[in-house]
């Protein structure tokens, strides 16, 4: 089985977590910056920062809190042109080395609505990430707390298409047939 390598890792072994809360203030070089932007399909990232507090929590539980700091450059999906954004965000985690018994005997929940078939309505927590040889890769969480942050459809207040407008008010609408009112006439009818 090959193994990918992360472009940005940061390895916290659990098993020397004892009583006392453990600050890490990691940030990416440029080289992971770079690697990060082309696996985000991003013009560019920069400053990215993430500041953790990693402590033991109940049964063998580790806690994290962690701070997101990124800038970050996207191209607008209408113009092209670069858009700039900074990204300031805090997330938790929580991790567990007997996390198996929460997925059974696969690595993925199973079922529907999620993990054991609990839905996500439910006021159940959501189960720790699984420990791998008893710790973790804070720059990988880092990496994918990032990419749920990214716009997926990045676009500058002046993107305008012929017909149709970004800004939401009735403009760009001339000329066009209400849905609604189209299926209304429709019920006069019969």
């Known amino acids: 089985m090959m193994s990918i390598q992360p472009e940005f ?76 954004k900074r990204i300031n965000t805090k997330f938790e985690r929580s991790f567990s080395a007997s996390a198996e018994t929460y997925f059974g005997n696969e690595k993925e929940p199973e079922g529907e609505g999620g993990y054991g078939g609990l839905s996500q309505e439910d006021d159940t927590p959501e189960p720790p990430d699984p420990m791998v040889e008893g710790g973790f890769d804070l720059g990988e969480i880092v990496a994918e707390q990032l990419s749920l942050e990214i716009d997926p459809f990045p676009r500058s207040p002046d993107a305008d298409f012929d017909g149709f407008s970004s800004s939401g008010d009735e403009d760009g609408r001339e000329g066009r047939a209400n849905p609604f009112a189209v299926l209304e006439q429709l019920k006069k009818k019969s």
């Open 9 to 84: 890792n940061y390895l916290v072994d659990c098993d020397s977590l004892k009583e006392a809360d453990r600050t890490y203030d990691i940030e990416a070089n440029n080289d992971e910056c770079a690697a990060l932007a082309e696996r985000f399909d991003l013009v560019s990232l920069g400053n990215l920062k993430a500041p953790a507090l990693i402590f033991r929590g109940t049964g063998d539980l580790v806690e994290l809190q962690c701070e997101l700091i990124a800038d970050l450059v996207q191209e607008c999906v209408v113009t092209g042109k670069p858009l700039k």
